[in-house]
């Protein structure tokens, strides 16, 4: 799941024009059972710890909605 920072705000799963205008990116990877395997920050701005906080939670509750969403574990 990719989240972008802009201006002090999270948009999960950004547009190319969001992305275009961002100030850093993250892009966290889930597995089923929810433990993260992977983690990627982009872009020249920064996150705070709450930032950090904020994008694993809601990376591991999207995973779980796409997961369901597509029927797969």
Known sequence: ?????????????PSLEEENVMETRMTVTARDDGLICAMQKGGSGSLTSKDIDNILDISAEKSK?????????
Do not use: A, Q
């Open 65 to 73: 909605e796409l997961r369901r969403l597509l029927n797969i574990k």
């Open 1 to 13: 799941m990719t989240t972008i920072k802009i201006g002090g705000n999270l948009f999960v799963d």
